[in-house]
């Protein structure tokens, strides 16, 4: 599975930007797409995922009420939509990808086995 990332940018605080994942390649082994997100000297952080058949979505805490991930299936894609952004998401975002399934239709946080390139998300105060 191949992931291209794109959508980052630079915005005002407040602001939205809509980050996109689409997947190539075996794709029908996939069972969730995620993001990601890792600022320099800390470690990588789970931002949110969802599930392909089911449409399940988990976010990080801080992401919620702010942050909605969306999937395209006849495309192939997973949306990262991002409102009220803050300065303090700034940072490199990066799309994964999970073929390894859970249970009653559970979204992971980790056991990503595929990743994309990392897209700079700015948000300027």
């Known amino acids: 599975v191949q992931l291209q990332a794109s959508g980052g940018g630079l915005v005002q605080a407040g602001g939205s930007l809509r980050l996109s994942c689409a997947a190539s390649?075996?794709?029908?082994?996939?069972?969730?797409m995620g993001w990601f997100r890792r600022a320099p000297g800390m470690e990588r952080e789970f931002v949110g995922a969802?599930?392909?058949?089911?449409?399940?979505?988990d976010y990080v805490d801080s992401a919620k009420g702010r942050f909605t991930i969306s999937r395209d299936n006849a495309k192939k894609t997973v949306y990262l939509q991002m409102n009220s952004l803050k300065p303090e998401d700034t940072t490199d975002y990066y799309c994964?990808?999970?073929?390894?399934?859970?249970?009653?239709?559970?979204?992971?946080?980790?056991?990503?086995?595929?990743w994309g390139q990392g897209t700079q998300v700015t948000v300027s105060s």
């Open positions: 994964a990808a999970r073929s390894t399934r859970k249970l009653y239709g559970a979204v992971p946080r980790t056991g990503y086995d595929f």
């Open positions: 390649g075996r794709t029908s082994s996939m069972y969730a």
């Open positions: 969802v599930t392909w058949s089911s449409g399940n979505a």
